[in-house]
Nanobody, 117 residues
Framework: QVHLAESGGGLVQAGGSLRLSCTAS??????VGWFRQVPGKERVFLAE????????NYAESVKGRFTISSDNALSTVYLQMASLKSEETAVYYC????????????WGQGTQVTVSS
């Protein structure tokens, strides 16, 4: 049974930082990504990390402010977010894929991040 669980969301002031965690169980994945979604809008890609090797890529909107990393021994992927803006208030999701998957088949339930201005 595949299970992805996000944690670390909460309330932070604009300009502040927050670290999200995503713990995966049930399967070994090739890559894990982070996304966010505002109600009524599409889910937006933020970052992805290839678990073997650690290479990462980011959306332009978060490059230089967000850092994705992994602790493979703990099966956990982190998203360190800095200089947060009020418009980044959203539900943040992690997702996982296998090698060759063009999309992410496995998703967590999401964690709310609220950035107050």
């Amino acid at each position: 049974q595949v299970h992805l669980a996000e944690s670390g969301g909460g309330l932070v002031q604009a300009g502040g930082s927050l670290r999200l965690s995503c713990t995966a169980s049930g399967r070994t994945f090739y890559a894990v990504g982070w996304f966010r979604q505002v109600p009524g809008k599409e889910r937006v890609f933020l970052a992805e990390i290839i678990l073997k090797g650690g290479s990462a890529n980011y959306a332009e909107s978060v490059k230089g402010r967000f850092t994705i990393s992994s602790d493979n021994a703990l099966s956990t992927v982190y998203l360190q977010m800095a200089s947060l803006k009020s418009e980044e208030t959203a539900v943040y999701y992690c997702a996982a894929r296998h090698y060759g998957d063009s999309q992410f088949p496995f998703w967590g339930q999401g964690t709310q991040v609220t950035v107050s201005s």
